[in-house]
């Protein structure tokens, strides 16, 4: 499993609106400043996230985008799901696969079941919020 730029810009996006919001709408091009990330592609991003009602837009003069949800009720599980689809470590195990044919004598089904579970209980014990809370100095990192 490896998370997209789409998946990883998505959650900075997120945190950046948890940060400079407040009630306002924020201009995405001040976000892609901010972020250093193309004003184009993150046009795609908050559209996604738009359509799964985690952010509304505003369009016209004072518009932009806002969170539709306070950061501590934004689920960093849910926000990869949308973005990536799905974060299962086979394709047996994502929603709505076919069953396999071999899931009666498969011997790693066990072990791809328990890394889908602990890959699920993580992202899932994780909200923006959480991720807005300043790291030690040290463990600053960039997404």
């Known amino acids: 499993m490896l998370i997209s730029t789409k998946g990883r810009y998505a959650l900075r996006v997120l ?4 940060e400079h919001s407040g ?3 924020i201009k995405l091009k001040d976000i892609a400043e901010r972020q250093e990330i193309s004003e184009k592609y993150l046009e795609s ?3 996604q996230l738009v359509i799964n009602k985690i952010v509304t837009g505003l369009r016209g003069k ?4 806002k969170l539709s949800k ?6 960093v599980g849910d926000i990869l799901r949308f973005m990536e689809g799905s974060l299962a470590p086979v ?15 498969c011997r790693t089904r066990e072990f791809w079941s328990g890394l889908d579970d602990a890959i699920r209980r993580y992202t899932d014990s994780f909200t923006i919020a959480d991720l807005t809370r300043k790291q030690e100095a040290g463990n600053d990192y960039v997404i």
Not at 62 to 65: A, E, M, Q, S
Not at 70 to 75: A, F, L, T, V, Y
Not at 91 to 105: M, Q
């Open 15 to 18: 945190i950046d609106m948890a």
């Open 45 to 47: 991003i908050v559209k």
């Open 91 to 105: 394709a047996c195990l994502e929603e709505n696969s076919l069953p396999c044919p071999k899931i009666t004598e």
């Open 70 to 75: 306070q950061p501590d009720e934004i689920n």
């Open 62 to 65: 004072g518009g932009g985008y």
């Open 23 to 25: 009630n306002e709408y």
